[in-house]
C-alpha cells in the first residue's frame, strides 16, 4: 500500500501536507534537532545524506548551525522538492542542496559520512532493506541516523479522551497507508541486522512543557486539520472540533502535559563485512503495540541475541540509560 507521499498529492493537500511538516519542525525538531545536531558533531561528519527531506525545513535548520557540513536532502514528491529549492534561494547556503530522487536499487553509488532519515522509515514498504541500502552508502565509520515515530508510547501526563481520541485515530491513518506508526520499536534491531555497530537509541518527549505550549499547539492542530481533510471517515469533523476547543484551553495542557514520543537511533558502519542477518537471518515484522510510558513507569527494552546497544530516554532535562545484551537489559546509573 502506497504512503501518502507515494499516492500522488494534490496542491491543495500539499498544502496541508507542508504545514504539517514545518509544525513538525518547529515542534518535534526542538528537541529532535539538538540530539542530530550532536551526534553529526561527534562523529565529524563532512557529508550528509538526507533521505526524504519533505520541504526541507528540518534539514535548514542543520545546515544554518553547521556550516562546515555539506548537506544532501532527496525526496520523491517534487512539490516538496519545489518548496525546499524556493527555501534556499537567494540565501547563502552554499552548504545545502536538494533533489528530486528515489531511494531505490538505482540511486547514486556516493557514500556519505552520515546518511539520516526523519519519518521516512515508517513508509517504507520493506524496512529492513532500506536500512541495508543505508548501509551501503556510508563511508567506514560513517553514521546512519533515524528519527522516527513511537505513537505505543505518546500519552499524557494526566490522562485525557480528547487526547486518546487523537491518537487513536491518527494510528488508524498510518495504518491505512500502509505507515507503522511504532517503526521506532524496531530501529535497534534493523541497525543491528544490518551490520551497525555502537548503536544507541534516545526516546525524546515533545510536549507543552519541553517545547512550549504555542509549539505543540501549532504541530497538533496543523495534524488534526490534515487528517479531517484526507480521512474524514477516521478523524470526523466532530473531532477536529473537539481537538480545537481542546487546544484552547492552555492551562489545561500545561497541566495535563500530553507528549508525542520519538525515537532518534544512530549506528556506525562496521569496519568489517555487515552481518549475514541481513540476508539469512528473521525478516523484521511491525511491532507490537504497548501500553504508554507514563510517569513512574519503567520501560522494559527488548532486543535480539548479538552486539550490545545503548537506549537512551531523554525527558524532563535528565536522561536514563540501559545498557542491552544479549536480550536482557539492565539500567545504567
Known amino acids: 500500500m502506497a504512503s ?9 493537500q500539499y498544502a496541508l501536507f507542508k504545514a504539517v511538516l514545518m509544525a513538525q519542525t518547529e515542534a518535534l525538531g526542538f528537541v529532535e534537532e539538538p540530539v542530530v545536531e550532536d551526534l553529526l558533531r561527534k562523529h565529524r561528519c563532512r557529508s550528509v545524506l538526507d533521505v526524504g527531506c519533505g520541504e526541507g525545513s528540518f534539514l535548514m535548520v542543520l545546515a544554518r548551525r ?22 534556499i534561494r537567494g540565501r547563502s547556503r552554499r552548504n545545502v542542496e ?7 536499487p538505482g540511486f547514486e553509488r556516493t557514500r556519505y559520512d552520515a546518511v539520516m532519515t526523519r519519518y521516512t522509515l515508517q513508509h517504507s514498504a520493506d524496512p529492513q532493506a532500506f536500512v541495508g541500502a543505508v548501509f551501503e552508502r556510508l563511508r567506514k565509520k560513517g553514521m546512519f541516523v533515524s528519527v522516527e515515530s513511537l505513537d505505543a508510547y505518546t500519552g499524557c501526563h494526566v490522562r485525557d479522551p480528547v487526547w486518546e481520541r487523537f491518537h487513536t485515530s491518527l494510528g488508524a491513518i ?21 551490520g551497525f555497530r555502537e548503536i544507541q537509541v534516545r526516546v525524546v518527549l515533545c510536549s507543552p512543557s519541553t517545547v512550549g505550549c504555542e509549539r ?6 496543523a495534524s488534526a486539520e490534515a487528517a479531517a481533510a484526507f480521512c474524514p471517515d477516521l478523524f470526523g469533523a466532530d473531532l477536529l ?15 495535563k502535559d ?14 568489517a563485512q555487515r552481518s549475514p542477518r541481513i540476508a539469512g537471518g528473521p525478516r523484521w515484522t511491525p511491532p507490537a503495540r504497548g501500553g504508554a510510558l507514563g510517569s513512574g513507569q519503567r520501560a522494559a527494552s527488548q532486543c535480539a541475541e548479538g552486539p550490545s546497544f545503548r537506549l537512551v530516554l531523554c525527558c524532563g532535562g535528565r536522561s536514563y540509560e540501559a545498557m542491552c545484551r544479549g536480550g536482557k537489559s539492565e539500567r545504567v546509573d
Request: hydrophobic residues 40%; without cysteine; aromatic residues 10%.
Open 98 to 104: 536538494f533533489r528530486t530522487a528515489f531511494f531505490d
Open 4 to 12: 501518502l507521499m507515494e499516492s500522488g498529492l494534490t496542491p491543495e
Open 216 to 221: 505543540f499547539q501549532a504541530v497538533v492542530r
Open 241 to 255: 472540533e473537539e481537538v480545537k476547543r481542546w487546544l484552547e484551553d492552555r492551562e489545561g495542557l500545561e497541566r
Open 174 to 194: 498510518h495504518r491505512r497507508f500502509g505507515s507503522s506508526e511504532d517503526i521506532g520499536k524496531s530501529l535497534g534491531w534493523l541497525l543491528s541486522a544490518a
Open 258 to 271: 500530553p507528549y508525542l514520543t520519538t525515537a532518534i537511533a544512530n549506528g556506525t558502519r562496521a569496519e
Open 66 to 87: 553547521l556550516k562546515d557540513v555539506r548537506f544532501v536532502g532527496i525526496d520523491h514528491n517534487a512539490l516538496a522538492v519545489e518548496d525546499a529549492v524556493r527555501r
